[in-house]
């Protein structure tokens, strides 16, 4: 079965600092990755997923992240950081299976506070 | 627009009672999902369903159950067994006959004991 971890539960950063929030997975084969965000009370949003092919992903808001499969991480990264991501950010990975992926595990979550 | 609709948004339930939670998306998904969120657990799957009139057991479904007659809806039950029932509940749903597409999700309800 796959598994999720982020280690940092909490991460505060400056307004135009740049931020990296770290993900690893333990999956035995090339996983469907994903990283989303939830502002509080709210749904989740997908930032960017990685299946195949390019290991450097680019998603919605200026954010990034890429797949180290030596490494089994797949980090978030954004060069400048603003106010409006304070957020939560969720990794995830699906195991590959017929017909894509079916089932997702997700991440405890990161708390992004950011500060002025 | 198309996206997934979760009401209540906010739900209260009793002792001993059991309460529904409802799910409808208009994207034309095969697949959805059902997740409960706690502080500090990420979202954990309590059900999941492929296609109409099939679902499959999650991490968690002890105390809940779901049904999937139509496509577009996938109501949850959380029933009188689940002890500790608040939470926050996202649905979601994902097309499967297109193996890249993500999970999209609902806005959630936050159940609470009276």
């Known amino acids: 079965a796959q598994s999720v971890t982020q280690p940092d539960i909490h991460i505060t950063v400056s307004e135009g600092a740049s931020l990296e929030l770290r993900c690893n997975y333990s999956y035995g084969a090339t996983p469907y990755l994903f990283w989303y965000v939830q502002s509080p009370g709210q749904g989740l949003q997908l930032l960017l997923k990685y299946f195949s092919g390019d290991t450097l992903v680019q998603g919605i808001k200026g954010f990034e992240a890429e797949f180290k499969r030596s490494q089994s991480s797949f980090n978030l990264r954004k060069p400048s950081v603003h106010w409006s991501d304070a957020a939560e950010y969720f990794c995830?990975?699906?195991?590959?299976?017929?017909?894509?992926?079916?089932?997702?595990?997700f991440g405890t979550g990161t708390k992004l506070q950011v500060i002025p | 627009d198309g996206g997934i609709t979760q009401s209540p948004k906010y739900l209260f339930r009793k002792e001993g009672q059991n309460v529904t939670l409802s799910c409808e998306q208009n994207?034309?998904?095969?697949?959805m999902y059902w997740y409960r969120q706690d502080p500090g657990q990420g979202l954990r799957l309590i059900y999941y369903s492929q296609i109409v009139n099939d679902f499959q057991k999650g991490d968690i479904a002890e105390g809940y159950s779901v049904s999937r007659e139509k496509k577009e809806s996938f109501p949850l039950t959380v029933t009188s067994a689940q002890k500790n029932p608040t939470a926050f509940y996202l649905c979601?749903?994902?097309?499967?006959?297109?193996?890249?597409?993500?999970?999209?999700f609902g806005d959630g309800t936050r159940l609470s004991i009276l």
């Open positions: 995830a990975v699906g195991a590959r299976g017929s017909g894509g992926y079916q089932k997702v595990t």
């Open positions: 994207l034309n998904h095969d697949a």
């Open positions: 979601a749903s994902r097309d499967s006959l297109n193996p890249n597409q993500p999970q999209h």
